[in-house]
């Protein structure tokens, strides 16, 4: 399965779920994609079929939605997607997209949202997306023109959930972010608080410790951690407000440090994934607590949280939640 390939627990046994749960079967001509998990529910992408699955590794329990009009299933075009359980009944579940549209030469986010309980997606809103940008990736040749890129969703990052709205980032020269307002059925652009032109993966949406917007960067060898400012309900500002050197937190031993790069982050437990030197770590943004997971390669992480209780059979796990990531 495309972007889903090993699996690491982070809970020892017996907690732990069994690796066989995680055992998805797909046909020849399937080419799944995740798109992200919550609340105990994976979205994957089955491109071929144009179709969604929702899938609950926990019971088995699988789902299959068909991608609604106007979202294509292709390379040029990314789809982003989220899922979550519904607030009144947790047997009911809410799946969102996102991708973006060209429309007489301007860009488009669009978005929309599937509840299981109607078996219905909502009308697909938009909002417009700021210019094409000059492409970063390009080789830098004086005989060669500008490359313009365009907006598009970042879908190799999940989506994630502040409050009651979603966000993912736009794939540009600033990176961007966009929101989804599940509660006001709106979309909006955000600008990041520091400029990410070099940044690559150092950095991610998170909860902030008022449990409004916030954003983690890491710049080097230093973590700040940022939060919106928010007046008259509307996005005002960012704040800065911690900034932790890393070398009191990572046991760096190398003459020549690699600086920590965030490849995941499970919102859930307010969890970062980072990796540096061939380890993955888990850090615990409010209690500032670094674990570290195992040696590996540096990868995208996609994290699976899920509380289960002890009348779920799981293969003889234990109360309690695991969080498990993907690559």
Not at 47 to 71: M, Y
Not at 280 to 294: A, G, N
Request: with cysteine; aromatic share 10%; glycine share 6%.
């Amino acid at each position: 399965m495309d972007g889903c390939r090993s699996f690491v627990p982070t809970l020892a046994a017996p907690d732990r779920f069994p690796p066989g749960r995680f055992s998805l079967q797909r046909g020849d001509d399937d080419w799944f994609r995740s798109l992200g998990s919550r609340h105990g529910l994976v979205l994957i992408l089955n491109r071929p079929t144009n179709q969604l699955l929702v899938w609950d590794p926990v019971t088995g329990d699988k789902h299959w939605i068909a991608v609604p009009p106007g979202f294509e299933c292709d390379t040029d075009n990314p789809i982003g997607g989220a899922v979550l359980r519904s607030a009144l009944d947790d047997r009911h579940f809410l799946v969102a997209l996102v991708s973006t549209t060209e429309k007489q030469d301007h860009t488009r986010a669009i978005a929309s949202a599937y509840l299981s309980e109607t078996n219905t997606w909502s009308d697909i809103i938009s909002t417009p997306l700021p210019p094409a940008c000059e492409s970063r990736f390009q080789l830098k040749a004086e005989d060669l023109p500008p490359v313009e890129c365009p907006t598009m969703i970042y879908s190799s990052i999940p989506a994630v959930l502040v409050g009651d709205s979603l966000y993912w980032w736009l794939r540009d020269s600033s990176y961007n972010i966009l929101q989804f307002d599940l509660d006001r059925d709106s979309l909006a652009v955000i600008p990041p608080p520091v400029d990410l032109y070099d940044s690559h993966v150092n950095f991610s949406v998170m909860r902030a410790d008022d449990g409004g917007l916030g954003f983690l960067f890491v710049s080097k060898f230093s973590v700040q951690l940022w939060k919106t400012k928010v007046i008259c309900d509307c996005f005002a500002s960012w704040v800065l407000g911690r900034t932790i050197e890393t070398d009191k937190l990572f046991p760096l031993d190398s003459k020549e440090r690699e600086s920590p790069m965030i490849v995941g982050f499970a919102e859930e437990n307010n969890v970062a994934l980072m990796w540096t030197e061939g380890s993955l770590f888990m850090f615990q943004l409010e209690s500032l607590q670094l674990k570290k997971l195992v040696e590996t390669r540096i990868s995208f992480y996609h994290p699976f949280e899920s509380v289960y209780t002890a009348e779920t059979s799981i293969g003889g796990g234990h109360d309690g939640a695991d969080l498990l990531h993907s690559t």
